[in-house]
């Protein structure tokens, strides 16, 4: 069946340091790939979206690629910041029903 | 607008014991998901409905049970409560199935079993 393998956490950065949070992907058909971010005591949210090869979602900063030749869909930001601690998890939505598929989650701790 | 909200946020049942958790979604939504977050993983996905019907359903056994209510609100219901059951249900609404529409998730019951 579909699945999302990411990166293992704990990541911990310096903050203005580089972030890559690797997540590959293996499915049939075409799947929409997105990152959801879950802060400390609040709720899953979405934090960017692709829908289709090629497409590049982007929001606060962060950026991630549909790659289907490689099934990636890595997280990116160039400067993280102290309030970007989170786990973030890479997600698939499944072509038919809608069910969202999520990876394992990686916990980013950025430190002042 | 209220987002998606869920009830209650936290209990505490006994090994063999029933639970109901309830969901509201957003105005407008149709649609509603459970998901089971168990400690240190990702959430994974119980049921899905639509429009009262059962859209889809995970790899959980018989004693998970849900349904959808004209409103759109929507129960799930856990049965003969095991230890592994303790886990962060989340609940997501959208305004219909599958793409292009968002799933906004509720903050979550945490349930305990002893």
């Known amino acids: 069946g579909d699945s999302v393998t990411q990166m293992e956490g704990p990541v911990t950065l310096s903050e203005e340091a580089f972030l890559t949070i690797n997540c590959t992907y293996t499915?049939?058909?075409?799947?929409?790939l997105f990152w959801y971010v879950q802060y400390p005591g609040e709720g899953l949210q979405l934090l960017l979206k692709a829908t289709k090869a090629d497409d590049k979602g982007s929001n606060k900063g962060f950026e991630a690629t549909y790659r289907k030749e490689t099934t990636s869909f890595h997280l990116e930001k160039g400067s993280v910041q102290v309030s970007d601690s989170a786990v973030y998890f890479c997600v698939l939505r499944d072509g038919q029903g809608g069910k969202l598929i999520f990876g394992q989650g990686t916990e980013l701790s950025v430190k002042p | 607008d209220a987002g998606v909200t869920q009830s209650p946020t936290h209990l505490i049942k006994t090994r063999g014991q029933q639970v109901t958790l309830r969901c509201s979604p957003i105005s407008g939504h149709k649609s509603v998901s459970w998901y089971q977050q168990v400690l240190g993983q990702g959430p994974q996905f119980i049921f899905q409905y639509y429009e009262k019907e059962e859209r889809g359903r995970g790899n959980f056994p018989d004693r998970f049970s849900a349904r959808q209510f004209p409103n759109y609100s929507s129960e799930l219901n856990v049965n003969a409560l095991l230890l592994g059951d303790s886990a962060l249900y989340l609940c997501?609404?959208?305004?219909?199935?599958?793409?292009?529409?968002?799933?906004?998730f509720g903050p979550g019951t945490r349930l305990t079993v002893t």
């Open positions: 997501a609404s959208s305004f219909r199935t599958g793409e292009p529409f968002e799933q906004y």
């Open positions: 499915a049939t058909g075409y799947p929409s």
